[in-house]
């Protein structure tokens, strides 16, 4: 089957009107991971093991476990309990749940960078812990970790044609439906990855660009 410049042209429209659904739920899914990862880096440090270690637990369980099967399990098993959520809540739990397990480890890494000292003037003070946490610890460690957090936003965009599979209607399902209905998948497909290279390659080039600068600002600094 040859390539048909007329029916690329004609397809891209559709495709395009696709693209804001795929991209709000890529930066929901991400709000949500960047929200719920922050007290599970915080949970994996309390003083009482017992939460530590269920903390530990649930985090190498959702990172263990395919996002596709958590997925189904969202959309599919959760109104057998009485929770019906659209598709693109699904996908945005879905997403955000996933990478939250992600992007506490890129927290606590961060934190854990924060030197000793800073916990130490922080009672001398007489802080709070809350005080401690949010104006001491928190804005020394999440600024070098924005870096890698934008290397997780990049891997949930290129993720969020798994969120065809449950009948959300984002690039990938538009391009199948195009394929089914003509029997063209070339194009539709071919456009479909270009589309997301198109975005995310420029994303991953201003990303590095951040955090080379972040890095000159920390070796300023020193």
Same mark, same amino acid.
């Given at each position: 089957m @040859?390539?048909?410049w007329d029916y690329t042209l004609k397809i891209l429209?559709? @495709?395009?009107?696709? @693209?804001?659904i795929t991209i709000a739920a890529t930066l929901a899914g991400f709000a949500v991971a960047a929200v719920l990862?922050?007290?599970?880096?915080?949970?994996?440090?309390?003083?009482y093991k017992t939460v530590s270690l269920a903390t530990r637990w649930a985090v190498d369980f959702i990172r263990s476990t395919p996002l596709l099967v958590q997925l189904f399990f969202i959309f599919y098993a959760l109104p057998l309990y009485g929770i019906s959520l659209s598709p693109f809540a699904c996908g945005v739990i879905g997403l955000g749940v996933h990478y939250s397990t992600y992007l506490s480890e890129v927290y606590r890494a961060g934190i854990e960078a924060v030197e000793r000292g800073q916990w130490e003037a922080a009672v001398a003070l007489n802080f709070t812990r809350a005080q401690t946490?949010?104006?001491v610890i928190l804005p020394q460690a999440i600024p070098p970790a924005i870096p890698v957090m934008g290397n997780y936003l990049i891997a949930m965009f290129k993720e969020t044609p798994l969120l065809s599979a449950i009948t959300l209607v984002e690039?990938? %399902?538009v391009a199948k439906t195009l394929g089914s209905q003509s029997f063209r998948y070339m194009e539709p497909f071919t456009l479909v990855g270009l589309l997301f290279l198109a975005l995310s390659y420029p994303s991953s080039l201003l990303i590095r660009k951040a955090e080379k600068r972040l890095n000159?600002? %920390?070796?300023?600094r020193r």
């Open positions: @040859l390539w048909s429209p559709g @495709l395009l009107r696709a @693209l804001p990862g922050l007290p599970l880096a915080m949970l994996r440090r309390s003083k946490w949010f104006r690039l990938l %399902q000159r600002r %920390q070796s300023t």
